[in-house]
DNA sequence: TCTATTATTAAACAATTATTAAAATGACGG
DNA sequence: CCGTCATTTTAATAATTGTTTAATAATAGA
């Protein structure tokens, strides 16, 4: 379960174009992930920004990285990306996963 | 179906602690929503700072409003949501909604 | 119409974020 | 060790965002 700072957090990561970007294309590229370099490149961002934009999603648990010789690979977690859907499903959209239905009257 | 710029507005209304908890309040106030005012004390926030979260969440299409005399009402409205959610399944979980499994290597 | 109430807008400011360029770190092969 | 490659860090800057205060609409009731 994760707390609504937490789940703040991972939606801020992904409130960007270039980042939601580089976790859709992680995502694709599955467990085995890609190198940080290949990535800037393929999405046309400098390296040095590319650091900067892990860091935001490596930062909220979004994504993970591993040394491998002189390269650094990243992979999507889904863990957090679970949890945030599950958050928002739970608390955001009176229970109805992929229907948002009617939610009780509280107010 | 959300476009990823339509997907990245919703992300950023939501990835501000205020207006995640103003949209769970209104989702849990249900289709009648609730007064501007009311909304404001109820968050302890100042009318004039809500109203600027406001425009962002309706922006994005989160949330709608009605005038009722000297009052605005405030709604959650599901299908951004939705669609946001559906994005997320789809784009960034492997089309697996609950445990986003190994997604197949493409890199 | 005058006044009180409810909400929005505008202006000002502090804080945060995204981007770039330059310097620094760390890893490998000779 | 050196030099090079891959990535990160730092510093500087522009742009955006969140907050406050004051001013402005819009509505209702006396």
Do not use: W
Not at 76 to 88: H, P, Q, S, W
């Amino acid at each position: 379960m994760l707390t609504s700072t937490q789940v703040v957090e991972a939606l801020s990561a992904l409130a960007q174009h270039t980042r939601l970007e580089i976790y859709r294309l992680l995502v694709a590229c599955g467990p085995e992930g890609m190198a940080a370099g290949k990535l800037a490149e393929r999405m046309k961002v400098s390296p040095a920004n590319m650091s900067f934009h892990f860091k935001a999603l490596s930062h909220a648990g979004l994504i993970t990285s591993r040394q491998e010789g002189r390269f650094v690979y990243y992979a999507a977690n889904f863990t957090v990306m679970n949890g945030m859907l599950a958050y928002l499903t739970e608390n955001c959209c009176a229970g109805n996963p992929q229907d948002c239905a009617i939610p009780s009257q509280k107010c």
